[in-house]
Structures are given as C-alpha cells and as structure tokens.
C-alpha cells in the first residue's frame, strides 16, 4: 500500500484532535476526504472518515462508519499505509519550512 499521498492536512488542535487529511490512493485513483488524525502520549492514530447521529434510545452522539474493512488484515496494512504517508507528508512540510541559508560572501569581487 505505498501509493497512498496525503494530498492535504488541516490544522485543527482539539484535544487529542490534530486535524483533518485528505489521501488520494494512486492504484485505484481514490480520494478519501476527512480522515481525522489523533495523537496522545506520544501515539498517533488515524480513523478513516465517520457519520455522527444521536442514539434514540440515550440521546448520546455517536459515529457510524462510512468506510468499512472487513477483513482486519486490509485494514491494518491499509492504516500503516496512511499513517506512512502523513509522516512522509510532515517530513516534506518540514523541509519547506526549514530556513534558508545565506551563502558565504565570495573571497574576491565577482565581475559581474
């Protein structure tokens, strides 16, 4: 499962909430929107995208899923895919943001 990119990653620190990432899975040319990304004591962990409703019986919020892996296998090896792509993802982010470096002045004048 390496052809999952994370193609965007939105910021919403909430608790254990990091945000919200969007993936896009090349073999199959899929886009999975709103995957939520969580991470306390030093775990990270993901959960692919959720429909919230009110039980009738309690009247507590709760969360069905929309997306559905029946086999425990796929979805573990499709979850390590994801979790492998946001840290490629951070790691590019992090490049970009790295501060440029100043070049050392020249020992003698440029003729230009």
């Given at each position: 499962?390496?052809?999952?990119?994370?193609?965007?990653?939105?910021?919403?620190?909430?608790?254990?909430?990091?945000?919200f990432l969007n993936i896009f899975i090349?073999?199959?040319?899929?886009?999975?929107?709103?995957?939520?990304?969580?991470?306390?004591?030093?775990?990270?962990?993901?959960?692919?995208?959720?429909?919230?409703?009110?039980?009738?019986?309690?009247?507590?919020?709760?969360?069905?899923?929309?997306v559905h892996f029946p086999d425990e296998?796929?979805?573990?090896?499709?979850?390590?895919?994801?979790?492998?792509?946001?840290?490629?993802?951070?790691?590019?982010?992090?490049?970009l943001n790295e501060p440029v470096q100043?070049?050392?002045?020249?020992?003698?004048?440029?003729?230009?």
């Open positions: 499962m390496g052809n999952v990119k994370v193609v965007n990653f939105r910021s919403v620190p909430k608790g254990s909430l990091l945000g090349e073999s199959v040319g899929m886009e999975i929107y709103d995957l939520t990304v969580f991470q306390k004591d030093g775990r990270r962990w993901f959960n692919l995208p959720t429909r919230e409703y009110e039980d009738k019986e309690s009247g507590e919020k709760k969360y069905a899923r929309r296998t796929y979805y573990n090896a499709f979850m390590e895919a994801v979790r492998n792509a946001f840290d490629d993802y951070c790691h590019e982010q992090a490049k100043q070049l050392e002045e020249p020992d003698k004048d440029l003729p230009f």
